[in-house]
């Protein structure tokens, strides 16, 4: 089993940028795929983007594409979000979560491992 740590959420204004991170312990990275998903009060989880497990591959929900990038450094165990251009609907509970499976998902159902997640708040 892997474990997962996020951190570096916190409170930006608008337009501001954030990097979380995500680290593993008790198993590789390198096995997973991993992903980032995110959820706000009165909503459902909703996939972020998710990045390949040995390479620098990755696929963006719609709604991050071109401001959210995802990178991995398996030396550290470590993934990486990070969020540029931050608008107040971005604002939401942020969990990375492992994938064991090859192929990317973009439901939660295909992830067996789960951090506590970090929050993002962004004021407008």
């Known amino acids: 089993q892997v474990q997962l740590v996020e951190s570096g959420g916190g409170l930006v204004q608008a337009g501001g940028s954030l990097r979380l991170s995500c680290v593993a312990s008790?198993?590789?990275?390198?096995?997973?795929?991993m992903g980032w998903f995110r959820q706000a009060p009165g909503k459902e989880r909703e996939f972020v983007g998710v990045?390949?497990?040995?390479?620098?591959?990755?696929l963006y929900a719609d709604s991050v594409k071109g401001r959210f990038t995802i990178s991995r450094d398996n030396s550290k165990n470590t993934v990486y979000l990070q969020m540029n251009s931050l608008k107040s609907e971005d604002t939401a509970l942020y969990y990375c979560?492992?994938?064991?499976?090859?192929?990317?998902?973009?439901?939660?159902?295909?992830?067996?491992?789960w951090g506590q997640g970090t929050q993002v708040t962004v004021s407008s």
């Open positions: 979560a492992a994938r064991s499976q090859l192929g990317y998902s973009q439901d939660e159902d295909g992830y067996a491992y």
């Open positions: 008790g198993r590789a990275l390198i096995s997973y795929y």
């Open positions: 990045i390949r497990r040995n390479s620098g591959s990755t």
